[in-house]
């Protein structure tokens, strides 16, 4: 009996003990993974450290058994734009707090091994300079990437501005409510002091902004000259994922600007500057069925080439044999209506979400609408990148080669 008690006693110490250690140590609160669509190779897991230690420890290594690949990343200003780059570690301060989110730190899910959905539960393991090493789990959940309460955006200081030229409708599927502020005035019946403060808002806001579009227009340019250097699929997948990223920080920077709006002005006026601007600026993307249409719509949902205009207006340069003719025709007839109606699909949520932001839909609502947007641009992107790998199935080296050449000498736009 009193070897059982003593066997008792020692397990309830080295318990205690335990517990003490690990709350002495680094704890991990609401670990998640970003849900991405099928087919998609990259996901990412976010979540908050918490040292209770007196020394700085780093977090050096994390593993899963859902990825190839796991890697530890941060967002940088590099060249005037935000980058994301792998790094060796993540420092927790010293009785601080380290916070894993979209736009920071964050872990990297690489060559996912299968499909996660919302409410999945991933392992993740953690290992930490000072020996330490836990595993968490970590639960799906569909995310807005960027997206914070109160729908701020960080301030992305040091970007470089852009001069040039660019087509803020494809960039931007919000509401500009600043063009009834700026085009009629005179419509709001406001005080002195009201425009001032919105003059102030949009000297404060307009930089970041463009900068936003001119990361979005770089990193489409990359992602078109990734794909035509037969870059590999993990490669476009971050290149997509930073496409979506930046995009996303457009709208929540409109969104902010909306709620800014909201505090200057009183209801009154805020409902008549709605009102405004759904008579006189609001317009809503078409999707027609006329090639002109067809072209501008593919323009503004796809960053990628079309190979296969190559083949329908070019095909007889690149000496293809009646098998591989068919075979190209028959990806082209199946394929189609799969694209159409992503292309679709998309034009179908940006209306939805220009309605939704100016009928005082919540930032949860908005934020669902947004990441909607992206997950179905990545789709679009994905499909893109089959029919580049299909096409190299089906043509020789030297067929496919002189596509590129082809695509880049005629159907290439600056």
């Known amino acids: 009996m009193m070897k059982q008690l003593n066997k008792i006693l020692i397990s309830v110490f080295l318990l205690i003990a335990s517990g003490f250690t690990f709350a002495k140590g680094i704890s991990v609160d609401t670990p998640y993974v970003r849900e991405v669509p099928p087919g998609q190779m990259i996901s990412a897991s976010f979540m908050t450290l918490k040292n209770d230690t007196d020394k700085a420890i780093a977090l050096v290594k994390a593993s899963s058994d859902v990825a190839k690949t796991v890697e530890l990343h941060e967002h940088v200003h590099d060249g005037g734009m935000m980058k994301m780059r792998q790094i060796p570690k993540i420092m927790i301060p010293a009785n601080g707090v380290t916070v894993l989110k979209p736009g920071g730190y964050h872990i990297m899910l690489i060559g996912l091994q299968r499909k996660i959905k919302s409410g999945d539960k991933i392992k993740i393991n953690l290992e930490f300079d000072n020996g330490d090493k836990q595993t968490i789990t970590a639960t799906v959940k569909k995310v807005m990437m960027g997206m914070k309460k109160g729908m701020k955006m960080n301030h992305m200081k040091g970007m470089q501005h852009s001069s040039m030229k660019m087509d803020k409708s494809h960039l931007n599927p919000m509401p500009n409510l600043m063009a009834v502020f700026k085009k009629m005035p005179e419509k709001l019946n406001l005080t002195a002091e009201q425009t001032e403060k919105l003059k102030a808002g949009i000297q404060q806001r307009s930089p970041r902004i463009k900068d936003l579009f001119a990361t979005v227009s770089k990193y489409e340019k990359e992602i078109l000259d990734a794909a035509l250097a037969d870059k590999p699929i993990s490669d476009i997948d971050q290149l997509a994922n930073n496409i979506a990223q930046e995009r996303l920080n457009i709208i929540n920077a409109k969104a902010g600007c909306a709620e800014s709006v909201k505090k200057i002005m009183n209801p009154e006026q805020f409902a008549r500057l709605i009102k405004i601007y759904k008579e006189k600026f609001a317009h809503k993307r078409h999707y027609t069925d006329d090639m002109q249409g067809k072209m501008a719509m593919l323009k503004h ?67 669902e609408l947004a990441d909607a947007i992206m997950q179905n641009r990545i789709k679009v992107i994905r499909g893109k990148l089959f029919c580049r790998e299909k096409m190299k199935e089906i043509l020789s080296p030297e067929q496919y080669k002189k596509i590129i050449e082809l695509y880049k000498a005629n159907f290439m736009t600056s």
């Open 301 to 367: 949902v796809n960053p990628m080439p079309n190979l296969m205009l190559v083949v329908k207006k070019k095909g007889d340069q690149l000496n293809l044999d009646e098998n591989q003719a068919a075979k190209l025709k028959q990806w082209r007839d199946e394929r189609n209506p799969v694209m159409e109606k992503q292309y679709k699909t998309i034009v179908k949520l940006e209306n939805d979400l220009q309605d939704a932001a100016l009928n005082n839909a919540t930032p949860e609502k908005l934020a």
